[in-house]
């Protein structure tokens, strides 16, 4: 009973650690600290931590985070056929399994698991005699998380409460990159302004949206950024500013998720017309003036008026003016 206790508050410890990283790790290095965390608990060699939306498609480099496996190992199946479809043999079987903790030889009997294709021309290679698989799906986003921990000593497989233990850390490990994604939104390491005149959402790599604040989805909606559920991105997307319907994105990636901010030029974002409201209001013309001068209704300029204020990130017409005209 007293191993049993002892054993809680370990494990409650290595939660807590993980909500600690959470809260003051940058999001280019949590996965890796967290991971490193959660692997060491369960005396693991090597690992992946792989989340993404998509689930029909080969799995990918760009996609996860990995430990002590070289560069590649996610993209070496691809080539060998019977390998490839015995990935997703398993990868279906474990769909139908959410949440839970398998050994492989849960799912195929050890003779069979010994000879197939699968573990002499991919796992042996790499020395992953043992492994321990979880996928979780969380229902709000559907981002999907597949954590895999794998022993390379064939003389020392994972025992059954190892199995429970990951079990039992896979949620808080998903709950922590959570808020570590919530707390990059209200970060204070930057000035208020320059918050204040991003969008900032995160991404698996196939523009599936993970994460995003409101002034994102405002400017998607204004702009129908948004296609059957998905940002149009580039396929080799990393790093870097790309555009989508002219609106321009800096881009930055994370061991399988990419963090976006609407890039700093808030004149790009504003149609024509509203460029001319925005150059009246800041000559000091009143709504009434600048409805005469363009031409149109004072009702519309209002209208105008309240966009240019919500992309621009403005509080009212007096902050407005008092911006740099860059």
Known sequence: MDSQIN??????????????????????????SAFKVFARCLKADSGVWLTRAEQQIPFYEQDAFTLNLPEGFMEDYHHLSSVSQQVQQVFGIMLGCLGQTKDILDIVPKDEWLNSDMYRLYCEKYSLHHSLMTISVAPENQLMHI??????????????????IKEYLVPSLIGALKVNILNGFQSTSLPTDDIAKNARAVLDHYGNIIEAETGFWD?????????????????????GIFEVKGIPFTAQSAHGLLYIQVHNDHKRLLSQRQKQVLELIRQGRSNKEIASLLQITEATVKNHVKSILKLTHCS???HLISQPDD
């Open 7 to 32: 054993l809680y508050h370990s494990l409650d410890d290595v939660i807590s650690q993980l909500y600690q990283l959470a809260l003051t790790t940058p999001h280019s290095s949590f996965k890796e």
């Open 147 to 164: 954590v895999t921990l794998a022993r390379h000593d064939a003389d020392k497989p994972f025992t059954t409460e190892e199995k429970q």
């Open 219 to 239: 400017l998607s909606q204004q702009h129908q950024l948004i296609h059957q559920g998905k940002l149009s991105i580039p396929e080799t997307l990393l790093d």
């Open 316 to 318: 009212s017409r007096q």
